[in-house]
């Protein structure tokens, strides 16, 4: 018998890929012994942590795989630990995910045993290296110089600026209403992904732009677009940018390449027009800083970097102009989406809870008894925040639910052993006898900070954990909330900078809201019971950030 030579190719390549998928079976199966006495042992097809897991979420892995992003606590409650065990199958690296808060404040104490999995977000040094993706004595300079611009002149700002904005969203809302018969309604992704980017415009650029505007607006001088459209088009190429390997722009260069091409000079053109903007605010806070700051500037976040940075005495804890821009770009990024998010879930929810919506009204009216807070001076920052208690709970509340971030990755530097919880679950799916236990982990595992796992816990947050109940987020003298069982802004040193700056701007969306219109569940869902409303407004998938599928709701205006 004689094979050709495409035969023979393909029975060649066959028994490559055989060998290939042999070795790293066997790899992974080696590595079962360092897992040691943590349950689970599951091989993932998928590196929980990279770009791939992000893109194929929605679809992969199934239900019954460890790493399913729909899974809450039940592979915990499964395998009766709050630490689990499982090797990657293509490079074989042990990773134990976490819900246990002791063992995840344990992991974000220790930076030089767990540091960042920086190598996961470097597509995102796109202006250059930044707070979000550099670690040790790089990643302190970045948050050093930053943390003094996040202060609460700048959070004053972004209540100010978060009215403005809200103002001209209520009139855009009113004027739909004047037509409509029993409210109007709202696409929250679409409407808070604009209120949203207005605020960080404002509050972290120092650009003010109206709801309105719209893209013709002519470019100042010396840019070829205006600054809300180059912030537009960037946010819109965002993806292009990030997954387009740097070879594809260097032959797109060279040849054209229909549809390509056009993409990627669109998208370049759009963060070189954003990055030109950002090199003026730059330059406009250095002439200010210099000119004795006699003029009044904004504390917008770009301007108090500069400032922060002018002030470092020794260079080696100053940032160079890239790193500035970076990092402003970074909280463009991380600030707009997370927040826009999260608001949709927050309302939704108070749509599907009206008894909840009644006490934030409740909380809104005492407040503001004439009605929402315009013009701006009536509603100071500190004194109106300090009364919005309850609106803060289900901001909280919301966020544990459906945290922006689903999980985060750790590296192991060393051998070293977490404290996790044992425990059994009856036939009703209670959970008893919870014992610690100590977990080994050897270095060059990963540890998995699975922030869905850990809201989603019981030991924590109790049998009703699955309830919407923003009274979890309130101390009284007999109870403290669990703030270590609470990761949506991550914990530790590397928390979250822009905390404070997304629990104003969004507890000052929802209380005005609240304020003046009763949020509806959509009229087409009226008769449907709780549970099939909840399957369609709550619906999301996973992506950068957990994304809303069909926040819609209805606004009627109070009387
Ligand atoms: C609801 C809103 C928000 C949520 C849920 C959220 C969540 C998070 C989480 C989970 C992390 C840790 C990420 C990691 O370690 O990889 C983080 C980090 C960060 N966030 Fe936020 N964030 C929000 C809003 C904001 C805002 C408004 C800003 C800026 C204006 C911001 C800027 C940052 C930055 C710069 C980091 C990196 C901090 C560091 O590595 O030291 N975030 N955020």
Request: proline letters at 8%; one cysteine or more; glycine letters at 8%.
């Given at each position: 018998m004689r094979l050709s030579v495409v035969e023979l190719a393909a029975g060649l390549s066959t028994a490559w890929l055989v060998k290939?998928?042999?070795?790293?079976?066997?790899?992974?199966?080696?590595?079962?012994?360092?897992?040691?006495?943590?349950?689970?042992?599951?091989?993932?097809?998928?590196?929980?942590?990279?770009?791939?897991?992000?893109?194929?979420?929605?679809?992969?892995?199934?239900?019954?795989?460890?790493?399913?992003?729909?899974?809450?606590?039940?592979?915990?409650?499964?395998y009766g630990s709050t630490c689990l065990s499982s090797v990657t199958f293509w490079n074989a690296i042990p990773i134990f995910w976490l819900s246990d808060a002791d063992a995840?404040?344990?992991?974000?104490?220790?930076?030089?045993?767990?540091?960042?999995?920086?190598?996961?977000?470097?597509?995102?040094?796109?202006?250059?290296?930044?707070?979000?993706?550099?670690?040790?004595?790089?990643?302190k300079r970045h948050r050093s110089v930053a943390n003094s611009a996040f202060n609460e002149t700048n959070n004053a700002l972004v209540w100010r600026e978060t009215i403005r904005v809200v103002d001209e969203w209520f009139a855009e809302i009113d004027e739909a209403?004047?037509?409509?018969?029993?409210?109007?309604?709202?696409?929250?992704?679409?409407?808070?992904?604009?209120?949203?980017?207005?605020?960080?415009?404002?509050?972290?650029?120092?650009?003010?732009?109206?709801?309105?505007?719209?893209?013709?607006?002519?470019?100042?001088?010396?840019?070829?677009?205006?600054?809300?459209?180059?912030v537009i088009s960037?946010?819109?190429n965002l993806f292009t940018k990030v997954l387009t390997p740097t070879w594809i722009y260097d032959l797109s260069d060279r040849v054209y390449l229909p549809f390509i091409t056009p993409t990627l000079n669109e998208t370049r053109e759009a963060f070189e027009a954003l990055r030109l903007h950002m090199l003026d605010v730059i330059s406009q806070a250095r002439d200010w800083i210099a000119g004795g700051k006699a003029a009044s500037m904004d504390a917008a976040l770009l301007r108090n970097l500069v400032e922060a940075n002018a002030d470092g005495s020794a260079s080696n804890k100053r940032l160079s102009d890239d790193e500035l821009l970076s990092d402003t770009f970074t909280f463009l990024l991380a600030g707009h989406e997370t927040s826009a998010h999260s608001l949709c879930f927050a309302v939704v929810l108070l749509a599907l809870h009206p008894d909840i919506q009644q006490r934030v009204y409740e909380e809104t009216l005492e407040l503001w008894p004439d009605g929402v807070s315009s013009p701006i001076s009536s509603s100071p920052y500190k004194e109106s925040m300090a009364k919005l208690d309850y609106t803060q709970?289900?901001?909280?509340?919301?966020?544990?639910?459906?945290?922006?971030?689903?999980?985060?990755a750790k590296l192991v530097t060393t051998d070293t052993t977490l404290k996790a919880r044992r425990f059994s679950t009856t036939s009703m799916g209670k959970i008893r006898n919870v014992e610690q236990y100590e977990?080994?982990?050897?270095?060059?595992?990963?540890?998995?900070i699975d922030i869905i796992g850990l809201h989603m816990n019981p030991i924590h947050w109790g049998e009703d954990v699955a309830e919407f109940k923003p009274e979890r987020f309130i101390d009284t003298d007999t109870y403290r909330w669990p703030r270590d069982a609470f990761n949506a802004f991550s914990g530790g040193p590397r928390s979250c900078i822009g905390q404070r700056f997304s629990i104003t701007e969004s507890v000052c969306i929802?209380?005005?809201?609240?304020?003046k219109y009763e949020i509806l569940v959509p009229e087409e869902l009226g008769g449907k019971s709780r549970a099939e409303q909840e399957k369609?407004?709550?619906?999301?998938?996973?992506?950068?950030?957990?994304?809303?599928?069909?926040?819609?709701?209805?606004?009627?205006?109070r009387v």
């Open positions: 290939i998928l042999l070795q790293k079976y066997l790899a992974a199966k080696l590595t079962r012994p360092v897992l040691g006495v943590c349950p689970g042992g599951s091989l993932l097809w998928l590196h929980p942590f990279r770009t791939a897991s992000l893109v194929l979420g929605p679809f992969f892995p199934l239900k019954n795989q460890m790493g399913y992003y729909y899974a809450q606590f039940e592979f915990y409650a499964k995840i404040k344990t992991v974000h104490a220790g930076r030089a045993t767990f540091p960042k999995d920086v190598e996961a977000y470097e597509t995102l040094n796109i202006y250059g290296p930044n707070m979000v993706g550099t670690e040790g004595s790089d990643w209403n004047a037509t409509s018969q029993g409210g109007t309604p709202v696409d929250l992704l679409k409407d808070f992904t604009q209120v949203a980017l207005l605020v960080i415009s404002a509050a972290g650029f120092g650009r003010r732009a109206s709801l309105k505007e719209d893209s013709n607006t002519e470019p100042p001088p010396g840019h070829k677009r205006a600054f809300r459209p180059a960037t946010l819109d709970a289900v901001f909280h509340e919301t966020l544990r639910l459906f945290p922006a971030v689903a999980r985060l977990v080994p982990i050897k270095a060059g595992s990963m540890v998995l929802l209380a005005h809201i609240t304020r369609v407004l709550l619906k999301w998938l996973p992506g950068i950030t957990a994304t809303p599928r069909n926040a819609r709701v209805v606004f009627r205006r």
